[in-house]
C-alpha cells in the first residue's frame, strides 16, 4: 500500500512586514495556521525517484521534475527511490505555500518510514522561507523570513475556515516589491486569536494594485459576516473564519452560485 499524506493549505492569519533586508529578503513577522486540506501526495517504493502531477491545478507547475516535492526528495536522504503522485488540488502562485506545503509534506513521509535527519530544519529552510512551517504543519508564530517559529497558545483549531481564490496567479516577488517600506509595528502578543483579530496584511495594498479582484474578493465574503475576513500571505487567495460550519457552508453555496468561476474550498483550521 502507497504511504499518503495531505499537504495542508497554509494561511497567514496576520503578516506584518517589518524591513527590507540587504539580502533582498524581508523581516516578518506572521501567524501561520493550517487547513485540514489540500494538495494530496501518495509515495510508494520504487527504483529511482519520480514525481508525477495531476489534479485541477497540475497545469500550473512548468517542470515537475523541477517542483519543490523533487526538490524535497533530493534534500533527504532515502534508502531507495520513491515514486511520489501529487494531486494538485491548491492553485499555484496563490498565498497558499502550495508547493512549500508539498515539501513539507514530503519531510513528514519520510519521517513516518525512517525519521528526519538532525539537519532536516536547515534542509527545510533551504528550500523555501515557509517550507519549516509547512513541516509541521501547526498553528506557530514565524519571525525572520518566517522560518524562525515560535509556538503559542492555539485557541482556533477546529474553526471552520472557507478561501476563495479568483484564479488569477498572483507572483510572490511583485507584491514584495511593492511594499511601501513602511513599518506600521510588530505582531500583537497573546493567543492565535488574539493575534489574528488585532493584526494585519502588510502586502494587501501591494497585492490590490497588481491584482483589483482581490478587493472583490474580500467584499463578497464579508457579505456573511465572518468574524475574519484577510488575504493571505501575498495574495490572491482570500480567507473567512466563521462561528460555526454551517456559516461558513451557506456562504460557500451563495459564492459558488454567484461566482462559479471562482475557486472555493471549505475546512477547519487544524
Not at 498565498?95 to 538532525?118: I, K, M, N, Q, Y
Not at 504543519?137 to 519571525?143: P, Q
Not at 494594485?209 to 482581490?214: A, F, S
Request: aromatic share 6%; proline share 7%; net charge negative.
Amino acid at each position: 500500500m502507497p504511504l499518503t499524506e495531505t499537504a495542508y493549505a497554509k494561511i497567514n492569519l496576520a503578516l506584518h512586514v517589518r524591513r527590507r533586508r540587504e539580502d533582498g529578503y524581508h523581516e516578518l513577522e506572521t501567524l501561520f495556521a493550517f487547513v485540514d486540506v489540500g494538495d494530496r501526495l501518495s509515495a510508494k517504493p520504487a527504483e529511482q525517484d519520480r514525481v508525477t502531477t495531476l489534479g485541477e491545478f497540475a497545469g500550473g507547475i512548468d517542470n515537475p521534475f523541477d517542483n519543490l516535492v523533487a526538490k524535497a526528495l533530493s534534500a533527504l536522504p532515502h534508502k531507495q527511490g520513491l515514486d511520489i503522485t501529487l494531486e494538485k488540488n491548491l492553485p499555484v502562485a496563490a498565498g497558499l505555500g502550495g508547493g512549500s506545503a508539498d515539501a513539507g509534506a514530503v519531510f513528514r513521509l519520510a519521517e513516518r518510514e525512517h525519521g528526519l535527519p538532525d539537519d532536516w530544519l536547515e534542509s527545510a529552510t533551504k528550500l523555501g522561507a515557509d517550507v519549516p512551517s509547512c513541516v509541521r504543519s501547526e498553528t506557530a508564530i514565524g519571525r525572520g523570513t518566517g522560518t524562525e517559529l515560535e509556538p503559542l497558545d492555539d485557541d482556533l483549531g477546529g474553526t471552520p475556515v472557507l478561501l476563495v481564490n479568483p484564479r488569477v496567479p498572483l507572483a510572490t516577488g511583485p507584491v514584495f516589491k511593492g511594499w511601501d517600506g513602511e513599518d506600521r509595528g510588530p505582531l500583537p502578543t497573546g493567543s492565535a486569536r488574539r493575534i489574528a483579530l488585532e493584526g494585519r496584511n502588510d502586502l494587501t495594498a501591494p497585492a490590490l494594485e497588481l491584482c483589483p479582484v482581490i478587493r472583490d474578493v474580500l467584499d463578497a465574503l464579508e457579505t456573511d459576516k465572518p468574524w475574519l475576513t484577510r488575504m493571505s500571505g501575498s495574495g490572491a487567495t482570500c480567507f473567512a473564519l466563521y462561528d460555526n460550519e454551517t456559516a461558513r457552508d451557506e456562504a460557500a453555496q451563495r459564492l459558488k452560485d454567484e461566482r462559479p468561476d471562482w475557486w472555493l474550498l471549505a475546512g477547519k483550521l487544524r
